[in-house]
């Protein structure tokens, strides 16, 4: 049997007996076409055990049995369920001083059912006992005024494009919440009503409910947030979703990799500049290639190694260094010929093949005249430097070899001599080194990156320590693939060498535009998304897979606001800094300025500046040098900033499906789970 069905509000208003202008106007206003006509269904079916709306089908399921013990958020499954479901829960207060009377009704009536067993000598029914005991138990609680007393229905509505479908996630659905012990029935020949109880209009058509304490209320609440605490790691930030900390151990992860996107001013660089602090408290070593100095007062701070990289700075790198090392199981001299064959095609620009083939030529036979060969023992000798390259160059017969050597020529007897062209005078010793390439030109950058990622990526691989390598504004790299090729061949070969590449950048057009881009983000387990610009958004939300209510906290964000991607869990995070840690580490001119003066002699301050608070006077944080145990001087923990609490920004929406997450790894340690603190581990329902 089919029933049509109107739904009221699509009923035009019937004519009622006023005056002749009043129903002239509503005459008029019956011909118009309103919102309603436009975005109501042409037709509505009701049948037995489904309603059909337009074309799309809704079936509505109510819960008619719950298990006795739960655990907290055990309607997860049902709120994560990969398909659109539309949960309604209705939960109805409960006047304690009525349930108490029933209560004592109750409980004497089994008592007597108990005490007549005992009198005629039966056994007790267990049953009985058991309810017995929890309406006592219970009466004690909402007498005490502990627990109050509600009524809840929990209602699902299932919405499929074709009845096949409908059947076939109705099943799933049945099936999931009778792996919970939860009893579901069809709200059959009740279709509309299970339909519009389902809608976001708090009407409980069905009234199908069930006795709750508030603990048992407690655990059924099934707003799952994610979560990203674990036991041991550094402090990231603030969980926006329950205020939780966001605390983790990047090496506890598949890789130690992580890529920064926001727009100029985001936040990038003072999040890194945290984690570094707060990562050298933990044994790590960092590695950080600045080309914005942007790390150098923390790095003094520190007691770091700040190393300028420029025409006239003392510190000078080869190129040609090679890692010295014998028993990496890696062909050491190939793999150095192909990262310098890049060097030399960002140097140089486009190259044909046949260019490309003499070069290869030119450096395999540059190592030969030093005698280093494939052989290890060789590797030990004095490297080779640009100019003997450049000479190899020269003394080739092939015509295209001229060319290329003038393109270096530059670089030992030009104007960019003092970059490339000298023996390596630099060592990485102190736990913390930073790179400053800020006095080299835009189009030197990306050398000097590719010179100085590659330097350490040689050096480090020779000792194996915990590391972070940050790189800093990385579009530089990505703007030629050959660099854009090596900081990817990083990423993916960080992890054997017990290396976290930390990728920032701002451009993530740039980034995202080549393929190289996507393999950097893919191959890190730490993506952190700060805000973004308009015209980035929508790459960045087909990359990761954003909901609209994400795309728009991205774009609406504060500075040091984001979203954080740990493996397969997400969360939205805000950034926060001790004030100690904040002067180290903010690049605000106003502040820096500010501090500035604050540095000066005490009476000159006073004259020009008024006084800074006490606790913004900065003070030298040593680090823990290599072999010397310094505990006194490590930093002191850090005390968690109070900021303005900002406005909530995620509301709860109805569950939908579940957009395609990345593959996840089983050593996940983080998981999405809700977090009922104040309840027990198992809650009796059967109350
Ligand atoms: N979480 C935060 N809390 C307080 N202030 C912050 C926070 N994040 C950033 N700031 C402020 O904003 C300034 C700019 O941030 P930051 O230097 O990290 O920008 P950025 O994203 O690295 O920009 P660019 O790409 O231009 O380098 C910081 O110097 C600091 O003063
Ligand atoms: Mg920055």
């Not at 984690?275 to 050298?280: G, Q």
């Not at 062209?421 to 030109?441: C, E, M």
Request: proline residues 6%; aromatic residues 8%.
């Amino acid at each position: 049997m089919k029933l049509t069905f109107s739904l009221p509000f699509l009923k035009k208003p019937a004519p009622q007996t006023t005056s002749p202008v009043q129903q002239q106007a509503e005459q008029f206003a019956q011909g118009l076409t309103t919102v309603r006509d436009m975005i109501a269904p042409s037709a509505i079916e009701v049948d037995f055990d489904f309603i059909k709306i337009g074309s799309q089908y809704i079936r509505t399921f109510f819960v008619a049995g719950y298990p006795r013990f739960v655990t907290a958020n055990w309607l997860s499954p049902l709120i994560s369920f990969d398909h659109s479901l539309d949960v309604a829960m209705y939960i109805y207060p409960q006047e304690s001083r009525e349930i108490l009377d029933n209560l004592r009704r109750k409980v004497g009536e089994m008592e007597a059912t108990i005490q007549s067993d005992i009198k005629r000598g039966r056994v007790i029914d267990p049953s009985v006992q058991v309810a017995l005991e929890d309406a006592l138990e219970l009466q004690q609680q909402l007498a005490k005024g502990a627990e109050r007393f509600f009524q809840f229905g929990l209602y699902v509505s299932i919405p499929a494009p074709t009845l096949e479908e409908l059947n076939q996630v109705s099943k799933q659905v049945e099936s999931t919440l009778a792996s919970l012990l939860i009893i579901t029935k069809k709200a059959t020949l009740q279709m509309e009503d299970g339909f519009k109880t389902t809608l976001p209009m708090s009407k409980d058509k069905l009234l199908i409910t069930r006795n709750m304490d508030t603990t048992s209320l407690g655990t059924t609440f099934p707003f799952t947030t994610s979560e990203l605490t674990a036991n041991q790691g550094i402090l990231y930030g603030i969980n926006e979703h329950n205020d939780s900390l966001v605390i983790f151990d990047r090496f506890s992860l598949e890789n130690a990799n992580s890529v920064i996107f926001g727009k100029s001013g985001g936040g990038k660089s003072y999040l890194v500049k945290l984690e570094i602090l707060r990562s050298l408290m933990f044994d790590t070593e960092v590695i950080v290639i600045d080309p914005e100095n942007e790390y150098e007062e923390l790095c003094r701070a520190v007691n770091g190694e700040y190393i300028t990289f420029s025409f006239n700075a003392p510190a000078k790198i080869n190129p040609f260094d090679l890692s010295q090392l014998s028993d990496s199981g890696e062909n050491e001299l190939g793999l150095k010929v192909l990262s310098l064959h890049g060097l030399f095609r960002v140097v140089m620009g486009k190259l044909t093949p046949e260019e490309d083939a003499v070069l290869d030529r030119a450096i395999i036979l540059t190592y030969r005249q030093k005698g280093i060969t494939q052989e290890p023992q060789s590797q030990l000798k004095e490297p080779p430097l640009v100019e003997d390259l450049y000479k190899v160059l020269v003394g080739m017969e092939e015509t295209v070899a001229k060319g290329l050597s003038d393109r270096i020529e530059r670089f030992i007897k030009g104007s960019m001599v003092g970059i490339i062209d000298q023996h390596s005078n630099v060592n990485i010793k102190n736990p913390f080194t930073v790179f400053s390439i800020r006095d080299l030109a835009d189009e030197l950058r990306p050398i000097a990156m590719y010179v100085l990622l590659d330097f350490v990526w040689t050096k480090i691989r020779r000792d194996l320590k915990k590391r972070l390598l940050i790189v800093d504004e990385a579009w530089y790299l990505m703007k030629y693939p050959d660099s854009a090729n090596f900081l990817n061949s990083i990423a993916k070969r960080a992890r054997k060498y017990f290396l976290g590449l930390t990728t920032i950048t701002q451009d993530v057009e740039d980034f995202l535009a080549v393929d190289l881009g996507h393999s950097i983000v893919q191959n890190s387990s730490i993506q952190i998304l700060l805000k973004q610009s308009a015209a980035a958004i929508d790459k960045i939300a087909d990359l990761f897979y954003l909901s609209e209510g994400e795309k728009h906290l991205l774009l609406s964000a504060d500075v040091g606001e984001g979203l954080f991607f740990a493996g397969p869990a997400h969360v939205a995070v805000r950034i926060i800094a001790s004030p100690d840690e904040h002067l180290l580490i903010t690049t605000k001119p106003s502040e820096i300025l500010a501090r500035k003066k604050a540095k000066t002699p005490a009476a000159e301050r006073e004259e020009t500046q008024p006084q800074l608070p006490a606790q913004s006077t900065l003070t030298p944080i040593s680090l823990p040098q290599p072999q010397v145990e310094t505990h006194d001087e490590t930093p002191t923990p850090f005390q968690p900033v109070t900021q303005p609490r900002n406005q909530p920004i995620f509301t709860t929406v109805p569950v939908q499906e579940t957009a395609p997450s990345e593959p996840t790894s089983a050593s996940q340690p983080f998981k999405s789970t809700i977090e009922f603190r104040p309840v027990p581990p198992t809650t009796n329902l059967s109350k």
